[in-house]
């Protein structure tokens, strides 16, 4: 029978320019294993013993050198199935409001850049990311009632 493991997340890191919400997307380092090259949002790991949405802040910060100012819980969760493990993954997903927009990358990524909806959702790489990316933005403009559980920054 399959598992069900929950050890990555995923965050949608946007900012406010004027009056038009931008997402952040991230390219691959072409060495990065596995999907080399392609543009993505923040990604990551959940460490031993830590807590979904810290890994979400954490990962924000290491990959991209931003402060998150606000952190949401989008009302989904991701999942894919691995056949050579058998395994089922759940994802959460994370949406961080940052202030500032100057990136600075590790070397997970070689480029990055602030798009708007549109244009963002047309770059994503994975076609679930463009799914949430849609559901994110209906929330943040108001098509649709917000939803999203804010979590304190001062955990």
Known sequence: M???VSRYIECY???KF????????LKRSPEKQPYPGIWQIVTGKIEEEEKAYNTALREVTEETGLKPVKCYVAPKINEFYTPHNDNI???PVFVINVKDEDVILS???THF????FKSAYERIHWYSQKENLKIIDDLLTGKVENTMIEISLSF
């Open 18 to 25: 004027d009056d038009v919400i931008k997402y952040l997307l």
């Open 2 to 4: 399959a598992d069900i």
């Open 89 to 91: 993954y759940l994802i």
């Open 113 to 116: 850049e602030w798009l708007d």
């Open 13 to 15: 890191v946007y900012k």
């Open 107 to 109: 070397e997970e990524h």
